[in-house]
């Protein structure tokens, strides 16, 4: 039975992405395991009226999208030709109502982010940091892998980012004229598409307007799409092997790393967020207004501070107003906070949206006067709609009285469009009326993951009176059931929506109740929620988290002496802390890309804004400064492409716990932690293949130590 809902899970078809126009047209990425099992390929389906039209086929996966109003789509993807060989740069493809794909341009490094907008297509691209046009960056790569040269000389912070490591090339924005019947232009066929038999509802090109650098245009669920296909390719072409439709200008850049991106509805302007670091502020982002057409240098409209921080979102239909994300960055003294503002970039002047709303909340133009935006709710999530200057919008779908989480919102034919999920409820696309709030199902190209057992909700109090809440997952029958209590990432986040890596399915399909405590930082909750623990990680979010396990294993379904503790990233800090201050209370413990010395983090880290908030946090709230204290066995999950929580403390932690725990050895005088180590993954297990054995090495784990059972590790571990 645990292994069957491994398997259903990790072999579900997913919705790894939407994308939509103004005029109607909704598209959808789906992943799904490749041929052979070991992967997962993701492809590209049209959402029509009640039918689902697939639009790509074929092994290679699908990287970004953008869709044009007359039924045109655009995509790339690293393609396989009539030779039977992958071609050697990224292409992008522009793919007729009726007919097959054709390649518009291919290049050494791919494509990042997509977005067409008025007679141009405007692409996020990698380029080789002495480059002034294509033909130089294609040689001048070349050039590069000809000498096999890997090296990279960097002048800025960071140097590396979550999985992957940053140069020799830059990001920059490029544009291309877009000929008048893009999909009938001149170019290669595509092997791998299919007809289209669906009609376009012509006009202008209309798309999601927000990119993040290296991603792909338009709206798209998390990074739970896992494998989902990359539009890079590696390595050089001597030049541009064939005729390229379009052809990109290089869009003059602002100084920094472009890491944040959106067009307005013209294509004549963009905002972006560049990321750079001068005298005592390190990798900050400033926001700048870009010329994409007359060519006028590049107008900065925020400029980053030790304590703000700014990012780009979108455009009003009119192109008169933007929105931006003024985010208050987390130091010493002041907690993380995020607000946006509707900036008019006539005067620069700008107001905040909703003053009085205490949510965190991502909003789009419905209109040029109205907003909508999701948002974290209790454990939930919500649709908020409402004016530019309303002090508060209101709730148009979500919230406590139901069990969803609303993402990647977006508007088409007037309607709203998003990804709706939950905790036992797989992601799935949803149209929400605006005037009703009606939340309606559109086809689904996904696979509702069959889910077992029952989910409640359950409640405490916290040391300074706080209302606390969490979910609780249980299997079917009166139990007791053993429990496994899950700590979320973040820090600032919350159970509330689905998620294919932590999933508790196959823990309850093996016997398990599984504990979702959101506590201090966790959003959805107010301000007030995130300030309680942001400056002591190891404080109030530690005995919330206590004080919901306490109320769980006062339940009569649940075992309250066979427990067990778990998390990734902060959970897994907070993994490592329970751990120290716990005992024996649980009977083993799970810490996934965790941070175990807080002080060397900082320095190790991705991610600037660490080390400097916790320079005073780290003397009390260091997890191996209790090392001495740690009695459970405790299995240690680490990738080695982590940058954002580098290997090196999945390395101290597993040397620590030899040397310095006080867990008592198994009857052969050994260790009984153990170490699963992935050489090839990121702060996400993503591979197929690995993803399966860490969800069974996992409930291994569990099994040895909170039931007493044996357990015989997979062949494929070795």
């Not at 149209?431 to 559109?442: H, K, M």
């Not at 075992?559 to 990734?568: H, V």
């Not at 897994?572 to 983090?601: E, K, P, Q």
């Not at 932690?653 to 005088?669: I, K, Q, V």
Request: aromatic share 8%; with cysteine; charged share 20%.
């Amino acid at each position: 039975m645990t292994l069957e809902s491994i398997e259903a899970l990790l072999d579900a078809t997913r919705l790894a992405g939407l994308e939509t126009t103004e005029g109607g047209r909704i598209l959808a990425k789906v992943a799904a395991p490749d041929a052979k099992g070991t992967a997962y390929r993701s492809s590209l389906v049209e959402l029509l009226d009640g039918a689902i039209l697939p639009l790509t086929r074929g092994e290679a996966s699908i990287g970004a999208v953008v869709a044009a109003e007359d039924g045109t789509t655009c995509f790339t993807s690293q393609r396989v030709g009539e030779d039977g060989e992958e071609a050697e740069d990224a292409q992008l493809w522009a793919l007729p109502v009726r007919g097959e794909a054709r390649e518009l341009a291919s290049r050494p490094g791919g494509f990042g982010g997509l977005h067409l907008a008025g007679s141009h297509l405007v692409a996020e691209l990698e380029v080789h940091s002495q480059a002034a046009d294509e033909t130089e960056h294609a040689r001048l790569m070349k050039e590069r892998t000809t000498a096999k040269v890997t090296a990279a000389l960097h002048s800025s912070f960071p140097t590396r980012y979550w999985d992957h490591d940053l140069g020799p090339t830059r990001p920059v924005l490029a544009i291309a004229a877009v000929p008048e019947d893009l999909s009938s232009a001149e170019a290669t066929p595509a092997p791998g598409t299919r007809a289209t038999d669906g009609t376009g509802a012509g006009g202008s090109a209309g798309v999601s307007a927000r990119v993040s650098a290296g991603g792909s245009a338009g709206t798209s669920t998390s990074s739970d799409a896992e494998g989902s296909g990359s539009s890079g390719g590696s390595g050089g072409s001597e030049d541009a092997a064939h005729e390229q439709v379009l052809h990109f200008r290089y869009v003059t850049m602002p100084a920094g790393r472009l890491v944040e991106w959106s067009v307005d509805r013209t294509g004549s302007r963009a905002l972006v967020a560049m990321q750079d670091s001068r005298g005592d502020l390190l990798a900050t982002a400033d926001l700048y207004l870009l010329d994409l057409i007359g060519g006028q240098p590049p107008r900065l409209l925020r400029e980053a501070t030790a304590e703000v921080e700014f990012e780009p979102g979108e455009f009003s239909p009119d192109s008169m107003r933007v929105l931006i994300g003024r985010g208050r960055t987390w130091t010493q003294h002041a907690s993380l906070s995020s607000t946006v503002e509707v900036l008019d970039l006539a005067t620069g002047d700008s107001v905040q949206v909703w003053p009085e709303l205490d949510q965190w909340v991502e909003p789009i133009w419905l209109d040029d006067g109205t907003l909508v935006a999701t948002s974290d709710d209790q454990g939930r999530g919500s649709v908020w709609i409402g004016g530019i200057d309303d002090p508060v919008p209101r709730r148009l779908a979500g919230g406590p009285e139901q069990d969803l989480a609303f993402s990647s919102a977006s508007t088409a034919g007037g309607a709203v469009i998003a990804v709706a999920s939950g905790i036992a409820v797989a992601p799935h696309p949803v149209r929400i009326d605006p005037a009703t709030g009606a939340v309606e199902e559109l086809p689904n190209p996904a696979d509702a993951v069959e889910q077992v057992g029952s989910l409640t909700e359950i409640t405490a109090t916290a040391e300074d009176g706080t209302d606390l809440r969490a979910w609780l997952r249980a299997p079917e029958g009166d139990g007791p059931h053993p429990l496994v209590v899950f700590a979320h990432g973040g820090p600032w986040g919350s159970w509330n929506a689905w998620t294919y890596r932590w999933n508790p399915n196959p823990f309850v399909a093996a016997g398990y109740a599984v504990l979702l405590p959101d506590p201090a930082i966790s959003t959805g909750y107010g301000q007030a929620m995130i300030d309680r623990g942001q400056h002591e990680l190891g404080g109030a979010p530690f005995t919330d988290i206590m004080a919901l396990t306490d109320r769980a294993v006062s339940r009569d379904d649940v075992d309250a002496e066979r427990t067990a503790f778990a998390g990734g990233s902060y959970g897994g800090y907070m993994a490592n802390w329970v751990a120290g201050h716990t005992g024996d209370r649980f009977r083993c413990i799970v810490t996934h890309a965790s941070l175990w010395d807080t002080a060397t983090m900082g320095h190790t880290t991705d991610n600037a804004g660490w080390e400097r908030p916790m320079r005073e946090q780290n003397a009390r709230y260091n997890p191996k400064d209790s090392v001495g204290d740690i009695v459970a066995p405790m299995l240690v999950i680490h990738g080695d492409r982590d940058y954002r929580v580098p290997i090196a403390q999945g390395h101290a932690l597993w040397y620590d716990l030899h040397e310095f725990s006080s867990t008592p050895r198994d009857a052969d005088g050994r260790t009984q932690h153990r170490y699963l180590y992935f050489p090839d993954e990121g702060h996400w297990i993503q591979g197929r293949g690995n993803a399966q054995v860490w969800y069974e090495t996992f409930l291994g784990f569990l099994d040895t130590h909170v039931r007493g059972e044996d357990w015989e590790r997979p062949a494929t571990l070795g």
